[in-house]
């Protein structure tokens, strides 16, 4: 099966389990988006932030920078939505154009500073680290440079057209204090300044603050509940839940919190997903229609065998970023953790990628109910702004 498109994210596949629902149409970009006024700029300045950083945050959220405009960095990755899309109706996230559609579920930008570069890890003999679900992008400028050019998602022809817009940004200014006078000349380096900007605001404790109730507790100033307490000794137990084989729990050796990831990758075996409109998009821009399927990691590093894995994301602020994995095929955690429970000994659709399952870590854990309603209480402490005392 022919790739489509490398720089898109997400796939599809035929009836799932009854415990999926339909997906609704989620809000459309608005095609009157307005560009930021002078006071929202200094709104902005006025945040504890360097100037590189909140010329960064200026260019995440401005609107005028898609195609036609209307849709902005913060579009698919709202604060309020953990850095996610926060119009979750659908498993991929709609374009600037509202006919289109990405072919992944968005990742969560949150803790995204902390992904190291895509590398084979000669000792343990895989891969690790690296931006998107297959990896690709090796910083977070590099990646910064992706949705604005997409044509599922910001849809600029060129980069040309997103600078024309930043020269007659309200921030014009700002941008040219920070990169110099001549910074907007030539649009091939300013669009490289914009990444650069929105990677150093990706960089910055909004999308790092390390203060979700788990958090808390590790530091000793709340407790958990019993229910959360037994989620996370299942969720560690090797012989039971053993998710933390992969997303690490505990903080590191130098003390630093735990970013529930350990920037590897995996084929779990997880369905296609027959919810996602990319698939029926026009043949210029999917020219596989519904017999697409997303290869992840193999073609990024041209290894066949690795068709199918995807980068093992970080679970902090998880119960914010619904639909799940790479597609978007599970709409709940609680779904999520079904599927690795029961994958092998229950008629859960067949796998995207059927080579190189992973059929040691998951598929038959054996656990109960009550155990996975627990993993998920476990889950839910991992969003981050909790208050000491709010229970």
């Known amino acids: 099966m022919r790739q489509v498109f490398p720089f898109l994210e ?49 260019l995440f959220f401005d ?15 709202a604060p309020a939505s953990g850095f996610g899309d ?7 996230s709609r374009g600037a154009h509202p006919d289109r559609f990405g072919n992944r579920n968005d990742m969560t930008a949150s803790y995204a500073a902390h992904i190291p570069p895509l590398a084979f890890d000669e000792e343990e003999g895989l891969w690790v680290g690296g931006l998107f679900w297959d990896g690709r992008a090796a910083s977070l400028t590099e990646q910064a440079k992706g949705p604005p050019l997409n044509p599922l998602e910001m849809a ?16 014009r200014g700002q941008f040219l204090a920070v990169y110099g006078a001549d910074a907007l000349s030539d649009a091939d380096q300013a669009f490289e300044h914009m990444a650069d900007a929105i990677a150093a605001y990706e960089m910055t404790r909004e999308f790092s603050p390390f203060d979700s109730k788990y958090d808390l507790y590790l530091a000793g100033e709340v407790e958990l509940t019993q229910s959360e307490m037994e989620g996370l000794a299942l969720f560690e137990a090797e012989d039971k839940g053993n998710c933390a084989a992969c997303h690490l729990s505990a903080p590191g050796p130098d003390g630093s919190p735990p970013l529930f990831t350990d920037f590897t990758y995996d084929n779990l075996g997880t369905p296609k997903n027959p ?20 290869l992840g990691l193999g073609p990024v590093v041209g290894d066949p065998t690795l068709n199918g894995f995807f980068r093992v994301p970080t679970l902090r602020n998880v119960e914010l970023t ?17 599927f690795y429970n029961s994958r092998d000994v229950a008629p859960w659709p ?31 402490t991992l969003t981050d702004g909790y208050q000491a005392g709010a229970g």
């Open 10 to 58: 997400v796939p599809l596949t035929a009836a799932l389990m009854p415990v999926l629902v339909l997906g609704c149409q989620a809000p459309e970009p608005s095609s009157e988006a307005e560009p930021m006024t002078a006071d929202q700029v200094s709104s902005v300045e006025a945040l504890d932030l360097g100037p590189k950083e909140a010329l960064g945050k200026l």
């Open 86 to 92: 926060p119009n979750q109706q659908l498993p991929v």
């Open 322 to 338: 619904p639909p799940y994995m790479h597609n978007g095929v599970f709409h709940t955690l609680y779904q999520v953790v079904s």
């Open 275 to 294: 919810e996602n409109p990319f698939y029926f998009l026009p043949p210029e821009l999917n020219p596989d229609g519904v017999d697409y399927v997303d």
């Open 156 to 171: 600029n022809p060129d980069a040309e057209a997103v600078v024309s817009s930043i020269r007659e940004a309200a921030y």
């Open 350 to 380: 067949a796998p995207e990628v059927h080579t190189n399952v992973n059929r040691d870590e998951l598929g038959d854990l054996g656990l109960t109910p009550e155990e996975m309603e627990a993993i998920v209480a476990f889950m839910l």
């Open 63 to 77: 609107p005028m920078l898609s195609t036609p405009p209307g849709q902005s960095c913060s579009h698919c990755h």
